[in-house]
């Protein structure tokens, strides 16, 4: 991760004084452009992270680097992503830690990819469309660096039709119907390994919860929801906020205990 000054090429997230966030790269001669006028790159290149710019028409912006968060909310995208509210679970419930063997399937923009592979998991992605997967490796290789591509490899491939791979440590899912992917994990996964699917639906987590009752494989599969509440501090006026983020998706975790 880099720090210090900016440099041409960095990514740099502008904050407002109403708190919305824009994401930029640097370019030379190239400016960013909002209601509030305009702000030469240049002029934010060779400054310290937490310096303040003020565009053509007055407003004060700060300059930081993007965090996973940011970059997660801001980057391009093809498909719906997981939100950062979700990929922090996902990670302590699926165990993802450095050399995992992960098979993911749905990668959809890259969200969740980038989450697992910045914890050292190898991770073999299978997703049906080549934009989507395409935009998945682009937004990896740009947040993360091109050398982590050698620890991510996207086919074109349906898990419903099967897994390939054997022994894997963790089989994660982001698809429309899991459930269909759980006799493929039970034969991919190693005795001990872990499924772990995001599903927004909750009859989507009733069909996969079934799946797993089935036999003899799965061991104490549980689901949980994540809710995100933000609060108002104001000086002596402390309540939660009007609006919170409530419901995203279901995580439904298992580990499976082998033939």
């Known amino acids: 991760m880099r720090s210090g000054r900016f440099a041409l090429g960095d990514r740099v997230v502008l904050i407002d004084p109403k708190g919305r966030r824009y994401l930029v790269t640097l370019r030379a001669g190239a400016e960013f452009h909002s209601h509030s006028g305009y702000i030469a790159h240049d002029e934010i290149a060779g400054r310290h992270e937490g310096a303040t710019f003020k565009a053509t028409k007055g407003m004060l912006y700060t300059a930081l680097r993007p965090t996973l968060e940011d970059f997660v909310l801001l980057m391009?995208?093809?498909?719906?992503?997981?939100?950062?509210?979700?990929?922090?679970?996902?990670?302590?419930?699926?165990?993802?830690g450095p050399g995992v063997r992960v098979l993911e399937s749905g990668v959809g923009?890259?969200?969740?990819s980038m989450a697992m592979l910045r914890c050292g998991a190898m991770i073999t992605g299978y997703e049906i469309r080549d934009d989507f997967a395409n935009r998945a490796r682009s937004n990896v290789a740009t947040f993360l660096g091109e050398e982590?591509?050698?620890?991510y490899e996207v086919h074109n491939r349906d898990c419903y039709e099967g897994i390939d791979?054997?022994?894997?440590?963790?089989v994660v899912l982001d698809v429309p119907e899991p459930w269909r992917v759980v006799?493929?994990?039970?034969?991919a996964l190693r005795p001990g390994g872990i499924l772990c699917a995001y599903t927004p639906s909750v009859v989507q987590v009733?069909?996969?919860r079934n799946a797993l009752s089935t036999g003899?494989?799965?061991?104490?599969?549980?689901?949980?929801?994540?809710?995100?509440?933000?609060?108002?501090i104001d000086g002596q006026s402390v309540r939660p906020d009007h609006r919170m983020v409530a419901h995203t998706g279901f995580l439904t975790v298992a580990p499976g205990i082998g033939a």
């Not at 791979?165 to 963790?170: F, H, K």
């Open 76 to 96: 391009p995208r093809g498909a719906q992503v997981i939100y950062p509210k979700d990929l922090g679970p996902i990670l302590m419930l699926a165990d993802i």
């Open 109 to 112: 923009s890259g969200a969740l």
């Open 148 to 151: 982590v591509l050698a620890r």
């Open 165 to 170: 791979e054997r022994d894997l440590d963790r």
């Open 183 to 187: 006799p493929h994990a039970e034969a």
């Open 206 to 208: 009733m069909k996969l």
């Open 216 to 232: 003899a494989h799965w061991i104490e599969p549980r689901t949980v929801e994540v809710l995100l509440r933000t609060w108002h």
